[in-house]
């Protein structure tokens, strides 16, 4: 997890920003969580607090002041997004205390959590000073905090979901070779595997990823079909029309993950 310096535009530096994405940092209360560490990813050079200030500032905390708070106290909000805002307070006082800190309200608070969890961290520059960089490889959420069932299902089905699923749209193309969506394909996990230029154990995989949607079906056992057995998948096009998107921003600024098993055939 050392800190380096990157070039601008490098696969590194692109590699440190997806794995704040694609590792589920953006649902993790306060919401300026994977804000910050994706800011620190995507810096050339570890940097200090005052170079960050900039990054904080907005019109509740016009000077990027790090006692100001992580929660954005200023903004308005109904009675539903106050219990949502309750709630994820209530989170991350119970990740703080994971590592015997006091509740997070400052943004200075959060910074102090991300460091204890090994998510940042402080390295002494040339001139003495302190300086910030995000970790590499980032851990996931449920490697460092304490996540509930919820959360461990919805973190567990984003990193599946990141996995996986540029290999789950290559198994989809083969419903629509030439335009015309067909409602069956009949394969094996292998010859998926060399669709997919993969593994059949990533084949598999993606195939799960695609029966959880409910809009794909398969009446062979994936879980445990040998790589070489043929089975025959199926999609229902109106489902996955109405139904695909499932990742999106909630109320509070977090990615927001509805798994299969929340939306049951009514989602």
């Given at each position: 997890?050392?800190?380096v310096?990157?070039?601008?535009?490098?696969?590194?530096?692109?590699?440190?920003i997806?794995?704040?994405?694609?590792?589920?940092?953006?649902?993790?209360?306060p919401p300026?969580?994977?804000?910050l560490?994706?800011?620190?990813?995507?810096?050339?050079?570890?940097v200090?607090?005052?170079d960050?200030?900039?990054?904080?500032r907005?019109?509740?905390?016009?000077?990027?002041?790090?006692k100001?708070?992580?929660w954005d106290d200023g903004?308005?909000?109904?009675?539903?997004?106050l219990?949502?805002?309750?709630?994820?307070?209530?989170?991350?006082?119970?990740?703080?205390?994971?590592?015997?800190?006091p509740p997070?309200?400052?943004?200075?608070?959060?910074?102090?959590?991300?460091?204890?969890?090994g998510?940042?961290?402080?390295?002494?520059?040339a001139?003495?000073?302190?300086?910030l960089?995000?970790?590499?490889?980032?851990?996931g959420?449920?490697?460092?905090?304490?996540?509930?069932?919820?959360?461990?299902?919805?973190?567990g089905?984003?990193?599946?979901?990141?996995?996986?699923?540029?290999?789950?749209?290559?198994?989809?193309?083969?419903?629509?070779?030439?335009?015309?969506?067909?409602?069956?394909?009949?394969?094996s996990?292998?010859?998926?595997?060399?669709?997919?230029d993969?593994?059949?154990?990533?084949?598999?995989?993606?195939?799960?990823?695609?029966l959880?949607?409910?809009?794909?079906?398969?009446?062979?056992?994936?879980?445990a079909?040998?790589?070489?057995?043929?089975?025959r998948?199926?999609?229902?096009w109106?489902?996955?029309?109405?139904?695909?998107?499932?990742?999106?921003?909630?109320?509070?600024?977090?990615?927001?993950?509805?798994?299969?098993?929340?939306?049951?055939?009514?989602?």
């Open positions: 997890m050392t800190a310096s990157l070039p601008d535009g490098s696969q590194d530096q692109h590699e440190r997806h794995s704040v994405i694609g590792g589920g940092w953006l649902r993790v209360p300026m969580t994977g804000l560490l994706m800011a620190l990813a995507s810096r050339r050079e570890p200090t607090r005052e960050l200030r900039p990054f904080l907005n019109s509740a905390n016009p000077s990027g002041d790090w100001a708070s992580c903004h308005e909000r109904d009675a539903e997004e219990a949502d805002l309750e709630a994820a307070r209530t989170t991350a006082a119970r990740y703080a205390a994971h590592y015997e800190l997070v309200c400052t943004l200075s608070d959060m910074l102090t959590l991300l460091i204890a969890a998510l940042v961290r402080e390295l002494p520059g001139d003495g000073q302190l300086r960089a995000a970790a590499f490889p980032l851990p959420p449920h490697e460092v905090f304490p996540l509930d069932a919820e959360e461990q299902a919805a973190q089905w984003l990193r599946r979901h990141n996995a996986y699923h540029g290999d789950a749209a290559g198994i989809i193309a083969l419903f629509d070779p030439s335009g015309v969506r067909g409602q069956e394909i009949t394969t996990l292998d010859r998926l595997a060399r669709v997919i993969g593994h059949p154990h990533d084949a598999r995989e993606a195939v799960r990823l695609l959880e949607q409910q809009d794909f079906t398969t009446a062979a056992d994936i879980s079909l040998p790589s070489h057995k043929v089975f998948l199926r999609c229902d109106p489902g996955f029309d109405a139904h695909r998107m499932r990742v999106r921003r909630g109320r509070e600024g977090q990615l927001s993950v509805t798994t299969a098993a929340e939306r049951g055939d009514s989602a």
